[in-house]
């Protein structure tokens, strides 16, 4: 049998006995942004992550197969060292697909799954539960470790500019039972990239000199919940169900100040007025033109950057396409740029108007887009 180190899930810290206060001007956009449908996927991928620890520890993903620096080890050997037991702060680690057991160190600039942020001193831990003969914890309580210590761990590391909303969580690497056993007690807090089914995504690049917002590139379909119609965070086969489409990332830097401008957080109505005057145009580039984007009968809309992420330096908003229903989503089937069906037909759209003339029922706008009520009268004709 060999060895593997193995990424915890994460999962938000919370304290619902903690006295209550006024919201702050960062709370309540944090709270306008929660209402929103993408800034619902964002908070999604946070709080949904430690379910899928314990669906990856019942499907085998955090077993002892795989080997540790390619060393098999055996019951009278010493523990092997690797990149991941002599990494530091900084380092980058990357492995193959679902197998973290196998971890190497990489350039940052390179593809990798884990950024290092730094150790966790044993000091705060029970002595008996990582003693010499303490039984290995198991993936369910180095999960609840890493909520209360990686954040703090990796806030620190980021010098305070973690963007909570955004794609990057803090997670924990910790020792397999088999390495346990051999007396492995080293436990990595760090930054990574939630991925499907509870795996980790790559990225290139340090995060402090990333945006951390989510960015999806246009035509990338995201996943709908069936039970609740509500979008999920990961991206899907745009032949599958799905809540919404992309079609173009907007970066509020180039309008609102970069990064490094330190110019004041735009507020959501400033935000929404300005991408009233963007994704519209975008979207009906992506789509082919005004009438394919009427033939799909959806919506344009877009995402927005709460106060809270700004300060942490996320700059980059979405565009794309969808329709409300029941409270949630409309459930897509199909790239809307061909064939598309909606709750599983085929979309009708609404007759074309009278020339000058607006729609009696206008297709609902996206939020913050009120639409125009005037009536131009037709042209007079002749006689």
């Known amino acids: 049998m060999t060895d593997d180190y193995s990424p915890s899930a994460h999962e938000p810290d919370s304290d619902d006995d903690a006295p209550r206060t006024p919201p702050s001007n960062a ?25 899928m620890a314990g669906v990856a520890f019942s499907l085998g993903w955090f077993d002892d197969a795989g080997s540790v620096g390619g060393t098999n080890i055996g ?13 530091k702060p900084g380092d980058c680690l990357d492995w193959p697909d679902n197998n973290p057991g196998s971890p190497s160190k990489v350039e940052c600039t390179a593809k990798h799954r884990f950024e290092v942020a730094g150790p966790i001193n044993g000091a705060v831990l ?10 290995w914890p198991g993936p369910e309580r180095f999960a609840t470790i890493r909520a209360e210590q990686c954040p703090v761990i990796v806030t620190g590391y980021l010098n305070g500019k973690l963007d909570p909303q955004g794609r990057f969580a803090a997670g924990l ?39 951390q917002s989510f960015d999806w590139p246009p035509g990338t379909c995201i996943g709908i919940d ?5 979008p999920t965070s990961t991206p899907v086969n745009c032949t599958e169900q799905h809540s919404f489409q992309t079609t173009g990332v907007i ?34 580039r992506f789509l082919g033109g005004k009438d394919k984007f009427d033939k799909t009968t959806l919506n344009v809309q877009w995402s927005t950057v709460s106060e809270i992420s700004w300060l942490a330096g996320s700059r980059r908003v979405i565009c794309y396409v969808g329709l409300p229903d029941r409270g949630g989503f409309a459930t897509l089937v199909g790239d809307a740029r061909s064939t598309l069906l909606v709750n ?8 074309a108007a009278p020339p000058g003339r607006a729609l009696p029922t206008p297709v609902p706008q996206a939020p913050g887009v009120a639409p125009n009520p005037a009536e131009v009268p037709a042209p007079g004709g002749g006689g």
């Open 27 to 51: 709370q309540r956009a944090h709270a306008h942004a929660l209402q929103h449908p993408v800034r619902v996927v964002l908070t999604g991928v946070v709080i949904g992550a430690i379910v």
């Open 75 to 87: 019951e009278s050997e010493r523990l092997a060292q690797n990149a991941f037991t002599q990494s």
């Open 126 to 135: 029970p002595g008996a539960e990582f003693g010499p003969t303490a039984p």
């Open 173 to 211: 690497m910790f020792p397999s039972k088999v390495q346990w056993e051999k007396g492995a007690r080293e436990l990595r807090c760090g930054l990574e990239q939630p991925g499907k089914n509870g795996t980790q995504a790559q990225f290139t690049g340090r995060v402090t000199d990333l945006d």
């Open 226 to 230: 069936a039970a609740t119609r509500k």
């Open 251 to 284: 970066d509020l830097g180039a309008r609102f100040g970069t990064r490094l401008a330190g110019k004041p957080w735009p507020g959501v109505d400033e935000q929404n007025k300005f991408m009233t005057s963007v994704c519209p145009g975008q979207t009906n």
């Open 344 to 351: 599983g037909k085929l979309p009708v759209p609404p007759p």
